[in-house]
């Protein structure tokens, strides 16, 4: 780490949903603002007029949030080197470019968009590589004032040096060098007078103290514009280093194609914030002991930048769930009843049709996450925290618990494996019996007296118990049986087997 604390930022877009690359890039820079004692910032990139949702900005605060990614300033929180949306900082802008046009380091460009295309087809048609042909930059001064005083619809270029090459150094990739001919005149300021990302994120990066830049590799490439526009300004490059591309698991960059990439959508789905943090932390870092479960903390207390990877990682949607479960399990019955209950809570907000299908859902629908929701789900989340790996799951492993009505399942499910559907009848009608007789409604008691009842009839424990499984809870796969019995309690286990015998004919 550099002697001065770092000040890193991120610069998300409003542009819809918050984006897992966003909160990916994020946790790296917080990494090394926190291991240096430096400051991070977060800015808002909504100069693309034509994009903007208005809703997005604030999602990407709740997003951020709620994964436990402060910023020490931002336009939620403040700072001293506000405003921290670039809509607001347009004058800055502009007075930069004028700077830039007095030092003839940009130039006015008048090129209608229909000259534009036409360049493009030709270059296409050619294959040549794209970029501006420079038509406007050799226009004379008299030239310029007229097409301006006449009012003239333009944008301002950066005028890029065709001879020699722009050199930078990537912390993971050593030195980068970009042949000048092969970078092109970039738009500047648009003739809507907002700036592109290539000046607003130079302008706001010097202005805001940013002395590095940790970013995805895809700007790898504009890095040259911006290694040229400090140095027409004359203003000191931060710090370059280049993260890796999240992937698919064919390697193709992320995308909701192939992936769910909304921050919102994974809260929703019930990951912890933990769970998908130390799974982000994952991706292109190697933790120095090989751990594979780890705090923030503990990544910021190994974090070194030189164990960064240019391979893209994979996004792994399955390895994600298995290291969320991990966390669900690592959490107190109490914690984790206090998330289940949140997470349906918010869930109930906005329900979708299988939302108002399920138990656990229609209960909090009907009647709110009252007391007896509460206790209910905090005696039973003990019975599922090893089957589940997401909050989400518990609505379906659960679901036993909140029927408001007799569980529905296929009659089939009730026959026992081996067995005719009479000989099942007969077998759950003695298990009726035999728990009806019972003196305690413990489960140890309830499956001493059933395993006793399995060894007098000649049944195998596990035969014996796969049709009162789905009698009791209408499912083959549940928590476990005797436990869920006893939170069922006698008259609803009862009732459920009086409903399943006739079934069996």
Known sequence: MSARPPVVRIAPSPTGDPHVGTAYIALFNLCVARKGGGRFILRIEDTDRTRYDASSEAKIFEALRWLGLRYDEGPDVGGPNGPYRQSERTPLYREMTETLLAKGAAYRC??????????????RAMKLPPGYDGFCRHLTPDEVRAKVAAGVPHVVRMSVPKEGSTTFHDDLRGDVTFENKTIDDQVLLKSDGFPTYHLANVVDDHAMGV?????????ITSTPKHVLLYRAFGWEAPRWTHMPLLRNADRSKISKRKNPTSLIWYRDQGF?????????????????????KFTFDELVATFDIGRLSTTGPVFDLEKLKWLNGEWIRSLTDDDLAARVVAHV???AQAPTPEDAANPVMRRVLATGADDAFRALVRRTTPLVRERIRTLEEYASIAACFFHDTLPTYPAEDLVAKKRTPAETRDALAR??????AAPS??????????????????????????????????????PPLFETMEILGRATTLARLDAALPRLG
Not at 110 to 123: N, P, S
Not at 211 to 219: D, K, L, N, Q, Y
């Open 211 to 219: 002395t590095w830049v940790i970013r995805a590799e895809e700007w």
């Open 272 to 292: 912890l914030p933990e769970g998908l943090l130390n799974f982000l932390g994952l991706m292109g870092y190697g933790h120095p002991e090989g751990k594979e």
């Open 110 to 123: 008048f090129c209608t968009e229909e000259r534009l295309e036409e360049l493009r087809a030709t270059q």
């Open 441 to 478: 409604w413990r489960a140890a008691e309830l499956e001493a007296a059933l395993r006793a009842l399995a060894e007098a009839t000649g049944w195998k424990p596990g035969d014996l118990f796969t049709p009162v499984r789905t009698a009791v809870t209408g499912a083959k796969v549940s």
């Open 431 to 436: 298990v009726r019996a035999a728990l009806d």
């Open 345 to 347: 809570e918010r869930r």
